[in-house]
């Protein structure tokens, strides 16, 4: 991997890491470069590494090629929409991060506050959400993986460290992509013929605390907040985005993640 840094006294000790690969439909370096610019408005002391396509604004570029193809269906004003969906590297985030502490993060989350660098504060060597909060319904929800009693993780934030811990956290979550179809059909969750790591980390959560389906170990204490497919980006400031919906516009002033990726386009 080459490394392509500009600036010249990075922290190693911690830095947000995000994948970025362009694909046939969607400019991911668009959407990237947008999260980037936020997060060194709100975090300007903690140093943002991109693996896959360059994002001007990056402290640290990470090439990498040969990224596992996934596909992803979803509706998006009464209409079905198909894309291909590069996200298969995250189960490797440990081996390719120049941090001793990072935070992984979906380009499409966009932060509008320092909230996210409390989880550099933290002596967890995992932390991921299990709730979230849909900003078009005011509501905060958990979903159980499949057919269990086991709550759903989410990978679109995952905060690591290299410990131990760590290390087996991504081992089993490399083994679980692997093996993908047999977790699918054990924990009874629809094939929708996405692989989903979200799924992926739910299954590891469970395996290294003992199948506690309760248990609160490695979680971030808040949830974690999102726009769904049914809202329309009208504008990204830096200190506020405008969402609408068939009914009103919001003014988000909070940490978000935006699915309907297209109209940030």
């Known amino acids: 991997m080459n490394y392509t840094m500009n600036t010249k006294n990075l922290q190693h000790d911690r830095g947000f890491l995000i994948y970025n690969f362009n694909t046939d439909s969607v400019n991911y370096s668009k959407i990237t470069s947008i999260c980037i610019k936020h997060l060194k408005h709100y975090m300007p002391d903690i140093p943002v590494a991109v ?12 090439s990498k090629q040969d990224v596992k193809h996934n596909q992803r269906t979803y509706i998006h004003k009464g209409k079905r929409q198909e894309e291909t969906w590069l996200n298969l590297t995250r189960d490797l985030s440990l081996d390719i991060t120049p941090f001793d502490s990072t935070v992984l993060l979906d380009s499409d989350f966009f932060v509008l506050s320092n909230q996210l660098a409390l989880l550099f504060d933290s002596d967890s060597p995992i ?5 979230v909060y849909n ?3 005011d509501h905060i929800s958990k979903s159980y993986l499949g057919k269990t009693t086991i709550m759903k993780k989410w990978a679109t934030i995952v905060k690591f460290d290299h410990s131990k ?12 992509l692997k093996n993908y179809e047999y977790y699918m059909k054990l924990y009874g969750w629809k094939n929708d013929g996405t692989v989903w790591n979200d799924n992926a980390v739910s299954v590891v959560h469970s395996q290294i605390t003992n199948y506690d389906s309760m248990s609160k170990q490695f ?13 329309d980006i009208e504008s990204v400031d830096m200190d506020c985005i405008k969402i609408k919906d068939q009914k009103s516009t919001m003014h988000i002033k909070q940490d978000v993640h935006v699915l309907n990726k297209q109209e940030l386009l």
Do not use: R
């Open 51 to 62: 693996c896959g396509d360059h994002v001007e604004g990056c402290d640290i570029h990470i």
């Open 127 to 131: 932390l991921l959400h299990d709730s």
């Open 135 to 137: 900003i078009k319904e």
């Open 165 to 176: 811990v760590a290390e087996n956290f991504f081992n089993l979550w490399q083994q679980t």
């Open 219 to 231: 979680i971030i204490p808040w949830p974690q907040c999102f726009a769904n497919f049914q809202c």
